[in-house]
């Protein structure tokens, strides 16, 4: 398994065909941290559509520009669906965040159990 | 005493989730009890001393977040509520905050960009429609005509006519609503320099009574042509041979029932009166045809008055505006 250790987020794909992104400890998410997660996904997955999970548990902010980019308005989604993994003040205030104001291109979804996000996005795992 | 310094301690240990006792580590033996109590008081007094700064903390933390708040209700974007790394509630609403600070911010900034687009395309529409009415006038003065050049000349008050709707919008506040009352003013102010028209001679009456009424350009339009034929065909028709009269404008919001109303337009003339045989729903003049249609355009009804001069009143709803 090839994992990826970034600025802001560690990110690698699991045996369960899903793409796991970690947010690290009081990471301040950048447009540049977004833009790096994004070209990570897609070397990771080769090709590939992966529904990804992401655990916001640790953020401390996110810029406008990279909430624009994670919305995917003006770029092809490199995964299927997208489950938030919320547990902290500040992840459930982002989470919510791209339900609506940042809404994104494909399916998403939050979380407080990681076990009900990869049940859900196992739906969307391409065979 | 020691039973209720105990119930004391828990709460407090509850509030701080401090462990705090009065008890000692180590069973007391022979320390005196009132030193226990004295101890614990201390720790007690320490406990309700770091509420009390935490409390502080709260209240500026608060202070600050309400002054962002304000801040971006002033659609001042500058300022940022801070966000510490302890993860607090706190910092999860000042990131709430700020967030939602940066997408006001961008969406007033698309709505301003938005504004000053209407805004050029105004005064563009008003721009081109001076060079049409610049062009006839040019072609015009090779016109040797008279009936010709009286053509042109009219043309060019409609096209005048409706550019000075849209210099108005672009002029006006929301870019969407022109106040007719100010239009009329400048409107009768272009219309007397175009006829070139001696004041002493032929007076114009503005109901001076007239409140602001914003209207659309769907209605603006349409009411500014109509304005232009009834205006155009007093000077022209109303007052021959250097006869003195006057012309009266008067504009008003009527109300029918307590929620029904509609808009009422007159110009009237003190002149010689429109000939008995012309029907305006059956007339040959492009002007009277264009009242009838635009008329119409704005759902109105036309009356006509022919005793003293001419009265031309149009009623038309409010809800089209």
Redesign the interface.
Known sequence: MRKKELRAFTTWIGENDICYTVVKS?AVVEIADAVENTNAVKDLSDGKVYPMLVNLNEI?????EA?DHFSMKNREPGVSAIGLLIK???S???GN?FLG??KSKVPVKLFTVEAKAVTWLKQFSKK | MSKELDEIYKKVSALTGEKVSAKPARPAGGVDKKKAILNGLKKLDNTLTIIKKQEIENSKRIDEILKVVISFANLNYDKKAL?T?K???F???A??I???G??LE?STISLHEKEVLLKEIHHRVKNNLQVISSLLNLQSEKIKQPDLLETFMESQNRIRAMALVHEKLYQSKNLSLIDFTEYVHSFINQMSNSYNLDPSKIKMHIDESIRPHFFKIDTAIPCSLILNELISNSYKYAFPKNRKGNIYLHFELEKETKNTSHYLLQVADDGVGIAPEIDIKNTSSLGLQLVDLLTSQIEGKIDLDRKNGTKFTIRFPVEKN
Not at chain 1, 60 to 64: A, V
Request: no cysteine.
């Open positions: 009081n401390k902010s996110i810029t406008k909430r902290s003040p500040a459930t205030i982002i965040f104001l940042n | 966000i790394n993860k607090s509630h910092d999860a609403l990131l709430g700020n967030m939602l940066e997408e961008a």
